[in-house]
C-alpha cells in the first residue's frame, strides 16, 4: 500500500495566522483527501483534491479558509487560514491505496494543530 | 444520504473479555464498501478490514472477527481476548465513489 508522510507532525499557533499542511505520497494517485478531527470527535472530509483542477469542498468548508495545491500526483497541501482556536484539530490526508483487486484508503499520520 | 451511526460512545472492559463495537449504516446504494479503523492514542489511523456489499460471508482475523447483517444494515467487530494494547478509538466507516464516511467513533478501554 502507499506510504504517506505528512508534515508537521504538530504545530502551536498563534490565532490570526496560517498553517500549510504538507503530504506526499510515495506513488502516483489521482485523488488525495484532507480531512479533519476536532477534539474527541470523528473524521470529517473537508475537500478532495485532484490533480490539474480545483479541489472540491464538502458542505461547510471553502476555500479561503482551507486553500488547497495539488501541483502533482504525489503531493497536496491544506492550509489552514486566519486561524482560530476552533480550528485546534487533528487534520490527515488520505489516498485511495490498491489492495490486490480493491481498494482501501491510506492515511497520513496527521497534523496536531493547536491555536492559541 | 449516507450515515455511520456507532450508538456507543466509550466501552469499558477488563483484559481477556470478549467486547462487540456495534456499527448500523444507511445508504440507498446498492454497491458500497464498510470499513473498520483503529485509531491507538498516537493518533493514526490504522485499516482492520474492508467489506463490500455484496459478501456477507463473516470474516475472522486472529481475535478479532466481524458480523455484516445486511438485512439490518450492520457491520459489528467483536475482540476475542481482549488486550490493554486494543485500547483505542474504532471507526466504523461506508464508502462509494472514493469518498469515505466515518462513524463518530466507540473508544475502547481494556483494563488491566
Known amino acids: 500500500s502507499a506510504v504517506i508522510s505528512q508534515k508537521p507532525s504538530r504545530d502551536i499557533c498563534q490565532r490570526g495566522t496560517s498553517l500549510t499542511i504538507q503530504c506526499q505520497v510515495d506513488?502516483?494517485?489521482?485523488?488525495m483527501f484532507w480531512y479533519r478531527q476536532q477534539p474527541g470527535q470523528s473524521l470529517t472530509l473537508i475537500a478532495t483534491?485532484?490533480?490539474?483542477?480545483?479541489?472540491?469542498?464538502e458542505s461547510g468548508f471553502v476555500i479561503d479558509k482551507f486553500p488547497i495545491s495539488r501541483p502533482n500526483l504525489t503531493f497536496s497541501t491544506l492550509t489552514v487560514s486566519n486561524m482560530s482556536p476552533e480550528d485546534s484539530s487533528i487534520y490527515l490526508c488520505?489516498?485511495?491505496?490498491?489492495?490486490?483487486?480493491?481498494?482501501?484508503?491510506?492515511f497520513g499520520s496527521g497534523t496536531r494543530l493547536t491555536v492559541v | 444520504a449516507q450515515k455511520v451511526t456507532q450508538a456507543q460512545t466509550e466501552i469499558s472492559v477488563v483484559e481477556k473479555e470478549d467486547v462487540t463495537l456495534d456499527c448500523v449504516y444507511e445508504t440507498r446504494d446498492t454497491t458500497y464498501y464498510l470499513f473498520w479503523y483503529k485509531q491507538p492514542p498516537s493518533g493514526e489511523l490504522v485499516f482492520l478490514i474492508r467489506r463490500n456489499s455484496f459478501d456477507e460471508q463473516n470474516e475472522i482475523s486472529g481475535r478479532y472477527s466481524w458480523n455484516f447483517q445486511k438485512s439490518t444494515s450492520s457491520f459489528n467487530f467483536t475482540i476475542t481476548a481482549s488486550q490493554v494494547v486494543d485500547s483505542a478509538v474504532y471507526f466504523c466507516a461506508l464508502s462509494r465513489d472514493d469518498k469515505i464516511i466515518f462513524g463518530k467513533g466507540t473508544r475502547l478501554h481494556i483494563l488491566p
Open positions: 483534491a485532484n490533480q490539474g483542477s480545483e479541489a472540491t469542498y
Open positions: 488520505s489516498v485511495p491505496t490498491p489492495q490486490g483487486s480493491w481498494y482501501g484508503y491510506t
Open positions: 506513488s502516483q494517485v489521482t485523488m
